[in-house]
């Protein structure tokens, strides 16, 4: 089998995927306040790279892969959003398989091998590549049921992160809960952007098993 180049970590060497947070991975610069104007969220020492083209905020983490432990659960902010909006693999970030039927998306389905199902469906996790698609299937717990989804259109859709509101003493507070919020919609200047969020159009349902299989042989 072909094994891709993934970072990784301790003794049993596990494969560490390219979008994974690294819990050495700390914040910097000043925090997310209220603009001065009441308008919204920024960073005081804000920069052009902390906003995306839609103008949205994105949380500051450092990009420092390889520091601490790498939780396998939570993904980094830029590297989730590199590996989404330029299609790489999630794993080892490269480019994504992509052939007639689009790119592929690891979903975990229980049962849902019927394409409609997936249709419009909305995605943090960046496409994989065959080799990692393998891999994954072989070392990720909570995937016991991978499931192959290709999409020709994957569309960028919005982003995922947390909506603050202003306080009457005139700071701000997260939402409980963090969310998808659609790019353009009007609170978008209220939210700071973890992940880039793509919605899965044109979907087919793969068979990865036959896939790799090809790719092994
Ligand atoms: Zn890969």
Redesign the pocket.
């Given at each position: 089998m072909l094994v891709?180049e993934?970072r990784t970590w301790g003794p049993r060497h596990l494969p560490v995927p390219y979008a994974a947070y690294w819990s050495g991975e700390g914040s910097y610069g000043r925090r997310v306040m209220m603009r001065p104007d009441g308008a919204g969220i920024w960073y005081p020492d804000e920069t052009r790279a902390d906003r995306d083209a839609f103008g949205v905020l994105w949380a500051r983490v450092a990009d420092e892969p390889g520091q601490g432990r790498p939780e396998f659960s939570a993904l980094h902010p830029a590297r989730q959003r590199r590996a989404q909006a330029e299609r790489l693999?999630?794993?080892?970030?490269?480019v994504?398989s992509h052939t007639r039927d689009g790119w592929l998306f690891l979903m975990t389905g229980d049962g849902e091998g019927d394409a409609d199902a997936w249709e419009g469906s909305l995605s943090t996790k960046p496409p994989?590549?065959l080799?990692?698609a393998a891999l994954a299937a072989r070392f990720c717990p909570h995937l016991s049921h991978p499931l192959g989804v290709r999409a020709r259109r994957p569309k960028i859709w919005g982003a995922f992160g947390t909506l603050f509101v202003p306080t009457p003493d005139a700071r701000i507070r997260a939402h409980p809960d963090d969310q998808y919020l659609p790019y353009g919609h009007r609170a978008s200047r209220w939210f700071l952007a973890s992940q880039l969020v793509v919605e899965l159009k044109r979907c087919t349902v793969v068979d990865l098993d036959a896939e790799l299989a090809v790719l092994d042989g």
């Open positions: 891709p993934a693999c999630q794993v080892c970030g490269k994504a994989i590549c080799p990692c």
